[in-house]
């Protein structure tokens, strides 16, 4: 008898302890759950945030430079979920929730100034214009390289010297991305795609709001080349075509096939994701040209906000 007490308190102990160790380790788990997800507070928020207001005011003082003064930054709802290596917001607006998705992307090249002015002004129009788009689903990145455009000067690439219009994560990167920057470009650092695909938080940003939002259609607004560039799909799409030869015939702003490079967004969205993607490329970079390039293009904005995808 006393020996079967002796083991019944040893399992016990042996019991308790297991108990013990369990709860220890599932404390353990919270509390990592519970600082990933305080982490992942601490680089989101909204309009009212305070690095949403610092870098509305650092915007707010550029454009003070550039002459674009008819925008209200702090009556439309960004938000934002990353950061970008110096710390500035990757900030995004939506407005609406309609099924046929609109995605504007622009800012991707710190240094392709209007473009920038060109979203942030429509974002400002659909903003004091809901009824027009109730039943619209709008999705509006206008600076997906913050800490290119307020470099001294502007750079192409981002805060880690990668041009992230060649860092996606396309099936042809790993063979062809390095490969032809150093071919094609001389190793041209205004083109690095980094060493690795999707490395970037600018290109996992456009990436999420691709996921998140799965748009029908994708334009983004880049410069100084000149033209619109359908991107892709290649196949079933007539009708896009068509509508995108008569935009350029009434903007009287010509139509080209540039073509994609690995690491793209029209190579990630258009050709593989097959979503509908045009880039506009301004006629210059000029910020002084900002507000003309705005009056002329909007009208097509809308248009192809009103496309079915």
């Known amino acids: 008898m006393h020996t079967i007490l002796i083991q019944y308190i040893r399992m016990d102990s042996i019991t308790m302890r297991n108990h013990v160790l369990r709860i220890g380790r599932t404390i353990l788990y919270l509390s990592a759950f519970c600082f990933f997800l305080s982490g992942q507070h601490a680089s989101a928020g909204d309009a009212s945030s305070k690095e949403m207001q610092d870098l509305i005011s650092a915007l ?13 930054l702090n009556e439309i709802p960004w938000e934002y979920h990353r950061v970008t290596q110096a710390g500035q917001p990757l900030f995004f607006a939506q407005f609406g929730s309609g099924s046929n998705c609109t995605l504007f992307i622009s800012g991707v ?7 920038v002015y060109l979203l942030l002004k429509l974002a400002d129009f659909i903003k004091n214009n809901p009824a027009q788009f109730e039943d619209q689903c709008i999705i509006i990145a206008p600076l997906a390289n913050p800490d290119g455009f307020f470099a001294d000067p502007p750079t192409r690439v981002n805060g880690s010297g990668i041009d992230i219009n060649r860092n996606f994560p396309t099936k042809d990167w790993q063979a062809k991305a390095l490969s ?3 071919k ?13 695909a999707g490395s970037e938080q600018e290109t996992l940003f456009q990436i999420a709001l691709i996921n998140r939002f799965k748009p029908r259609k994708i334009l983004t607004i880049h410069s100084p080349l000149g033209f619109y560039d359908y991107d892709g799909p290649s196949t079933g799409l007539d009708a896009f075509g068509e509508w995108v030869d008569k935009i350029s015939k009434e903007t009287e702003f010509p139509l080209k096939k540039y073509g994609i490079y690995p690491g793209s967004l029209g190579n990630y969205a258009g050709v593989e994701r097959n979503i509908l993607t045009l880039t506009l490329e301004l006629p210059t970079s000029d910020p002084a040209k900002a507000s003309e390039y705005y009056d002329k293009f909007y009208p097509a904005f809308l248009k192809f906000i009103d496309l079915s995808g």
């Open 180 to 182: 032809l920057w150093k």
């Open 60 to 72: 707010e003082g550029r454009f003070s430079i550039y002459g674009w003064n008819d925008v209200k």
């Open 109 to 115: 090249h710190g240094d392709e100034l209007p473009t």
């Open 184 to 196: 094609n470009t001389d190793e041209n650092k205004r083109y690095y795609p980094g060493s690795k």
